[in-house]
């Protein structure tokens, strides 16, 4: 039998195979159609996990590798978004930089170097809140699928924080 690590790793290097393929024609993303009406990060971490149960409803008996797929490709969707507002949190730190640049000469703390040991530190913090997450069900064939729904959920709440940052 498979460990749940194991399988997640599985499915992690299947995703982007499966991520990369067409959308069907006429699908809907639930998750990118509420994040495109949303105006405020409330609203915006109200879309979390959209996709995902739509995904799941749509499956009849659906095995656990099935249900993992569905988070999956939302997963890939908030990576993205994690990924673009990491960029633009980075020109927008470096904007915030440029009036203090002779403090910053003179030893001052750079919001660029901060960026980066936020984003440092938040992946470690992620990985292993995830993983004591998924300690609760270590005997269960859907801890990979629990240790997913809080990789949803920590990159999306991330990726809300950065957005929101970049347009101050």
């Not at 990369?20 to 979390?48: H, M």
């Not at 960029?87 to 009036?99: F, H, L, N, S």
Request: charged share 30%; hydrophobic share 40%.
């Amino acid at each position: 039998m498979m460990h749940a690590k194991n399988l997640l790793l599985a499915l992690l290097m299947i995703a982007p195979t499966v991520a990369a393929a067409p959308a069907l024609a006429g699908s809907k993303d639930p998750t990118a159609d509420c994040y495109a009406e949303a105006t405020t990060d409330a609203e915006k971490q109200a879309c979390i996990g959209l996709t995902s149960t739509d995904c799941r409803k749509r499956k009849r008996n659906p095995q656990v590798t099935d249900l993992a797929m569905c988070n999956d490709r939302e997963i890939q969707w908030w990576r993205a978004r994690l990924s673009d507002a990491e960029e633009a949190m980075r020109t927008r730190a470096e904007e915030r930089d440029r009036p203090y640049a002779k403090q910053i000469a003179g030893g001052a703390a750079k919001m660029t170097d901060d960026l980066d040991k936020m984003i440092e530190s938040w992946n470690k913090w992620e990985q292993m809140r995830c993983n004591f997450e998924s300690m609760f069900y270590r005997s269960s064939p859907r801890r990979m699928l629990h240790a997913q729904e809080c990789h949803m959920t920590e990159t999306a709440k991330q990726a809300i924080l950065l957005e929101s940052s970049a347009a101050r």
